[in-house]
């Protein structure tokens, strides 16, 4: 056709090679940015417990479902934690039905117990109504709104 | 290396492309290698250069692929424009500057996006009001069977683009306060977890609101668009996915009824299952479409290389041929992306679809990151919009589902489209600006105790 035809005929693969190169970058560089921020998030303060280990001794909750928790997220109970909407609180909910302050975990002489802080909407401990304080057993599911907590002692 | 930075780099290659790209329309067209594609590189790059500017200044954290992707889109869009007809290419760069404007206003004005929850219902009237917009008499007008345009004089405005943000930011934030009432009380029933009966509520007003644009607008695209980016909305609200399938479900014996009832839908129907029946009238577009990307191979004709008018005929227009010799009517808008097939094949089409998954993966990554529910379903809903969009203009000209005139994001010629997604770009990269400096914030933190 004429003299600028090889060019042209270059030009279209090479902006097919550059147009594949800068979409390998891109998609390289997300894939590591991905990796990097699956580190743990630290979203509460508290610090995520690495899987247990048989001679592992602090109890902690393990999130069963809701309140914009990660199913499985484990929280330490170690010098006790407040759970609720508030800020404030040790373990945050995004949960309607949860008080600013709703409960209190705390341990006394080796044993842990669960304490309903005058909450809005109650909570639940194994479906039972919390009146006040109650002691915590291996196993038992501390219910606010939508969210469920598994507690367990740890150890062996 | 620092987002920013990353982000400049990624700017490099983008404008290499549209400097190639232009270069190859100037020689099909001019038989001439001059510096002139190098001149519209070079502005192209300054455009983007400032943009940037205004992202280093304002939100230095947010995510450094979304907008170098987008520059991309647009430079595919203004290299396929100017190959059409550099008239259209010089308003579609005026738009292209206006949008950035705009960009750049949301981001500067804006600055926190979460007062939008506080007017939600003020703004989900207004995308009511501009979705009905086109079927007031009087400023209303018709494309291809549907209204989606109002008719200022000679300035034509599709509301549907904006007032698919208006609403993707009202159902966000409608949601990110219902959504636990959504939930309680479910049964399951065979494995599915079933919402009460009440709860259907909203889906039922939602699923009635995209029938009435399927049948008042004529649109089935635009229809498809809201209610498929409400159900994902409400998917990651709720996480129930029985929602979706009844969703669908739903939408689906709906559309089947209309295109079996209402003659317009009937006929898009028609040509989509079988465009060849009536190549020379209704499914003209669609055949055409088929032959032309057919024709374009693995590697393409090459840029500028696509027979787009019979030459012959034009400009008179002859009786013989529908659509005045148009090979390939409206190249510049619903077909735009049936001339990139044309001209760059398979591996160019399969690049644009990457992209937009790219652009895809990055919002909802931007959700993932999001520590509260308004900025998460906010993300999720503009990144589903923006997408779907994406699938349902390239599922119609490759008749995937029916042909419906929407525009290819950022690609297509069209001012409100444009601008209507620059507003959602700007958005996303503040909710990502957000979400990833608190990101760093606790990373530094952490290393701060732990280093």
């Known amino acids: 056709m004429n003299d600028l035809e090889p060019i042209a005929v270059a030009l279209k693969f090479g902006f097919l090679a550059v147009l594949y190169l800068f979409l390998l970058w891109v998609m390289r560089m997300a894939l590591r940015d991905l990796r990097a921020t699956a580190s743990p998030g630290l979203d509460t303060g508290y610090h995520e417990l690495p899987p247990p280990r048989a001679d592992s001794e602090d109890a902690f909750l393990e999130v069963l479902a809701g309140g914009g928790l990660t199913e499985g997220e484990r929280f330490d109970l170690f010098g006790g934690v407040s759970i609720g909407r508030s800020p404030d609180a040790d373990i945050r909910l995004d949960d309607k039905y949860a008080s600013g302050i709703h409960v209190r975990l705390f341990s006394r002489g080796g044993l842990h117990y669960v304490e309903d802080m005058n909450s809005t909407n109650g909570t639940l401990l194994n479906s039972e109504p919390l009146h006040g304080e109650a002691e915590l057993a291996h196993g038992d599911v501390v219910r606010i709104g939508d969210t469920e907590l598994r507690f367990d002692p740890g150890g062996s | ?451």
């Open chain 2, 1 to 451: 290396m620092s987002a920013r930075n990353r982000e400049l780099l990624a700017l490099i290659p983008v404008a290499l492309l549209v400097t190639a790209g232009f270069a190859a329309v100037l020689i099909v067209e001019s038989n001439q290698l001059g510096n002139l594609s190098v001149l519209y590189g070079v502005y192209f790059l300054a455009l983007c250069l400032i943009t940037h500017l205004v992202i280093r200044r304002r939100l230095p954290d947010a995510d450094p692929f979304l907008f170098p992707l987008v520059a991309l889109l647009a430079a595919f869009g203004m290299v396929m424009i100017y190959r059409i007809d550099d008239g259209l290419a010089r308003d579609q760069a005026n738009w292209f500057v206006l949008g950035l404007v705009l960009f750049a206003a949301t981001i500067v004005f804006l600055r926190d996006y979460e007062v939008l929850e506080r007017y939600r219902y003020v703004i989900a009237t207004v995308g009511i009001g501009l979705l009905l917009l086109p079927r007031l008499p009087g400023i209303g007008a018709q494309t291809n069977d549907a209204y989606l345009s109002i008719q200022f004089g000679s300035l034509s405005f599709q509301p549907t683009e904006l007032a698919k943000i208006c609403i993707i930011v009202f159902l966000a934030s409608y949601l990110r306060e219902k959504r636990e009432v959504l939930v309680v009380g479910a049964r399951r029933i065979a494995g599915i977890t079933f919402p009460p009966l009440k709860h259907l509520g909203p889906l039922l007003v939602v699923w009635g609101a995209s029938m009435v644009m399927l049948v008042f607008i004529r649109d089935l695209g635009s229809s498809l668009m809201f209610f498929a980016a409400f159900l994902a909305l409400l998917y990651v609200a709720t996480a129930r996915i029985s929602f979706v399938i009844i969703g669908m479900t739903m939408f689906v014996v709906g559309a089947w009824f209309f295109a079996n009832t209402v003659g317009h839908v009937q006929e898009r129907f028609d040509i989509w299952l079988d465009p060849f029946d009536k190549a020379d009238s209704a499914g003209y577009q669609i055949a055409q479409s088929m032959f032309a990307q057919a024709d374009g191979g693995l590697t393409g004709r090459g840029l500028g290389e696509a027979l787009l008018q019979l030459p012959a005929v034009s400009p008179a227009c002859a009786a013989d041929f529908p659509n005045c010799g148009a090979i390939l009517p409206a190249p510049h808008t619903d077909f735009i992306y049936a001339v990139i097939v044309n001209e760059l094949g398979l591996f160019g089409a399969a690049a644009v679809v990457m992209i937009y998954g790219m652009i895809a993966a990055r919002g909802f990554k931007t959700a993932i990151i999001a520590d509260d529910g308004f900025s998460k379903l906010l993300a999720t809903g503009l990144t589903t919009v923006l997408a779907l969009q994406a699938f349902v203009i390239i599922g119609g000209v490759t008749r995937v589902i029916p042909l419906t005139g929407v525009t290819l994001p950022f690609i297509s010629y069209g001012g409100s489209s444009i601008i209507a997604n620059f507003v959602i770009l700007a958005l996303l990269l503040m909710i990502s600006d957000k979400a990833r400096r608190r990101v760093r914030e606790q990373n530094e933190a952490y290393e701060a105790e732990y280093a």
